[in-house]
């Protein structure tokens, strides 16, 4: 196994919760990350935590949904940093409401940033790996991309088909030597659980940098192996399988 010392990565979500774990995860290999993230106050708190331990950090604030958006800072991120070798497609949302309480554009919203983020983000990367030669794309999926409870409709549609993104594009850019891979996380310490179920037992969540180092190690796999799905859940969540 290699290290990420001296990657550039670029992590969408990359302000809290597991985004920012594998900011964390990655610097303090050596990465030079790069956050993006549609809130502000998130990229200036975790460029500052990681600057703080001397870690190799720059933000910039991006709407994954927004695909002239994601063009632009892909395009500011390489002529600034030359290059990017991996990206991590982290940023998520979602509403936890019935078919009959969430919204035409509540539904809409998470598959923009679910689903078609991560394909905005892949398809604006996809020509700068193919002329370097190299690459890697990781998305972070969930398990509910394997199975289902009520009330979370867009989020299952959304993950589901990032699942099948993923394995679809492993198929169509290994002949560019370009690596794609789904990490399927289950239940974390982060507030995109806490905020929403402040009553869930955290000992039934793993903790994100778990998570974290598992996305760390896949992209330390030797160029001539690719690991296209690997899963990754708390050993007490008592919901999976």
Same mark, same amino acid.
């Given at each position: 196994?290699?290290?990420?010392?001296?990657? @550039?990565?670029?992590?969408?979500?990359?302000?809290?919760?597991?985004?920012?774990?594998?900011?964390?995860?990655?610097?303090?290999?050596?990465?030079?990350?790069?956050?993006?993230?549609?809130?502000?106050?998130?990229?200036?708190?975790?460029?500052?935590?990681?600057?703080?331990?001397?870690?190799?950090?720059?933000?910039?604030?991006?709407?994954?949904?927004?695909?002239?958006?994601?063009?632009?800072?892909?395009?500011?991120?390489?002529?600034?940093?030359?290059?990017?070798?991996?990206?991590?497609?982290?940023?998520?949302?979602?509403?936890?409401?019935?078919?009959?309480?969430?919204?035409?554009?509540?539904?809409?919203?998470?598959?923009?940033?679910?689903?078609?983020?991560?394909?905005?983000?892949?398809?604006? @990367?996809?020509?700068?790996?193919?002329?370097?030669?190299?690459?890697?794309?990781?998305?972070?999926?969930?398990?509910? =991309?394997?199975?289902?409870?009520?009330?979370?409709?867009?989020?299952?549609?959304?993950?589901?088909?990032?699942?099948?993104?993923?394995?679809?594009?492993?198929?169509?850019?290994?002949?560019?030597?370009?690596?794609?891979?789904?990490?399927?996380?289950?239940?974390?310490?982060?507030?995109?659980?806490?905020?929403?179920?402040?009553?869930?037992?955290?000992?039934?969540?793993?903790?994100?940098?778990?998570?974290?180092?598992?996305?760390?190690?896949?992209?330390?796999?030797?160029?001539?192996?690719?690991?296209?799905?690997?899963?990754?859940?708390?050993?007490?969540?008592? =919901?999976?399988?």
């Amino acid at each position: 196994m290699s290290t990420v010392n001296g990657k @550039i990565i670029l992590v969408t979500g990359g302000g809290q919760g597991l985004g920012a774990a594998i900011c964390r995860s990655l610097a303090a290999d050596g990465a030079t990350v790069i956050p993006v993230d549609i809130k502000p106050e998130n990229l200036t708190k975790i460029t500052d935590e990681i600057k703080g331990t001397g870690g190799q950090i720059q933000g910039y604030q991006m709407n994954v949904a927004d695909v002239n958006n994601v063009e632009q800072v892909i395009n500011q991120i390489i002529e600034k940093h030359g290059r990017i070798d991996a990206v991590i497609n982290n940023a998520g949302i979602d509403y936890t409401l019935a078919i009959d309480e969430i919204s035409n554009n509540q539904f809409q919203q998470v598959i923009d940033v679910n689903l078609v983020g991560p394909f905005n983000v892949s398809k604006a @990367i996809y020509a700068h790996f193919k002329s370097n030669g190299a690459g890697h794309i990781v998305n972070i999926a969930s398990t509910a =991309s394997k199975r289902a409870w009520p009330n979370a409709s867009a989020y299952h549609a959304s993950k589901w088909g990032l699942l099948g993104l993923s394995h679809a594009l492993h198929a169509e850019l290994r002949k560019d030597k370009i690596k794609v891979t789904a990490v399927v996380a289950g239940g974390m310490q982060t507030p995109f659980i806490l905020e929403r179920f402040p009553d869930t037992p955290l000992e039934v969540l793993q903790d994100p940098k778990e998570v974290a180092d598992t996305v760390k190690f896949v992209l330390c796999m030797p160029a001539t192996s690719v690991i296209p799905e690997v899963m990754v859940v708390p050993m007490t969540e008592t =919901s999976w399988p």
